[in-house]
């Protein structure tokens, strides 16, 4: 079975680092390219970017580039979301997915990760 | 990035009925197009892709049509159990998603 977990919440304070993670088992993660969705709480869905595992290789939405960093490690089965200076803005619910509609006819989600920045 | 629209913004319909939700791409995205229902403290849930491809498990009475710029999602015989917020999103072009329709069964 195919399961995508996140790491847990987080509070943080203004202009602090973080780092989330997301990671796949139950497939084959590096066949598979994972994305990260922003939902500030009561809004919408926001694309953020993607990984592929395989290589490393990343796009980002021009809305969030520059302003996050996504990462793979392959050898855990590990994507991560990163921030080198975290604002208030940031506060939502991210998720990590792996779109496999052509293999699986399905679309994988982690469970989420609530980040939460105040001072 | 594609802008998607989605219309209408909330829609009430009783149970036993059908409902039809509406999403427009800004530029034709081909058959590019998935269908997510998300229940509040939930993730999203793939319901089609392909712009008609039920995803695995999915009920019948759960539809897709469309192609270029205008889909549609039917939901017909609704169940209380369909209160959600359905979305639309693109991959032709990276993703984008839809603002969302929040479906309200009476």
């Known amino acids: 079975e195919v399961h995508l977990v996140q790491s847990g919440a987080e509070v943080k304070e203004p202009g602090e680092s973080l780092r989330i993670s997301c990671k796949g088992s139950g497939y084959s993660f590096t066949n598979y390219w994972i994305r990260w969705v922003r939902q500030v709480p009561g809004k919408g869905l926001e694309w953020m970017g993607r990984?592929?595992?395989?290589?490393?290789?990343?796009d980002y939405s021009p809305s969030f580039r520059g302003h996050v960093t996504i990462s793979v490690d392959k050898s855990i089965n590990t994507a991560y979301l990163q921030w080198s200076s975290l604002e208030a803005s940031d506060t939502a619910m991210y998720y990590c997915s792996s779109p496999q509609f052509y293999g699986s006819a399905a679309d994988y989600w982690g469970q989420g990760t609530l980040v939460t920045v105040s001072s | 990035e594609i802008p998607m629209t989605q219309s209408p913004a909330t829609l009430s319909v009783s149970p036993g009925e059908r409902a039809t939700l509406s999403c427009r791409a800004s530029q034709s995205v081909g058959t590019n197009l998935a269908w997510y229902q998300q229940k509040p403290g939930q993730a999203p849930s793939l319901l089609i892709y392909?712009?008609?491809t039920r995803a695995t498990g999915l009920p019948g009475r759960f539809s897709g049509s469309g192609s270029g710029t205008e889909f549609t999602l039917t939901i017909s015989s609704l169940q209380s159990e369909d209160s959600a917020v359905y979305y639309c999103?693109?991959?032709?072009?990276?993703?984008?998603f839809g603002q969302g329709t929040k479906l309200e069964i009476k």
């Open positions: 990984i592929n595992p395989s290589d490393s290789s990343s």
């Open positions: 999103q693109q991959y032709n072009n990276w993703y984008s």
């Open positions: 392909g712009a008609s």
